[in-house]
């Protein structure tokens, strides 16, 4: 912790569907706990509005993740974030 990996690790992400080829939208969705997800507003991640939901895509992940997480006594929330983002 506080040695900056999971910050890089975030950042070569984004940089990454950034620099896809073909990309159809620059949205980007996370699925994290609920107990770190103001960590990622750094890298512009916020809240979904309501009108908005996840990619349908993400179904599968969503199911498996809210099992998961309800075993650890957490809670799943997803965040959106715009691929342009730059630090």
Sequence with gaps: RKQGIGSELVKKLVEKHTNAKGRPFSTIY?????STM????????GLLPD??????????????GNLITKAMGEELVCRRGLSSYER
């Design 30 to 34: 996370l699925l994290t706990l609920k």
């Design 38 to 45: 103001d960590w990622y507003q750094q890298f512009g991640f």
């Design 51 to 64: 009108d908005d939901a996840p990619p349908q895509q993400m179904n599968l992940e969503i199911v498996a």
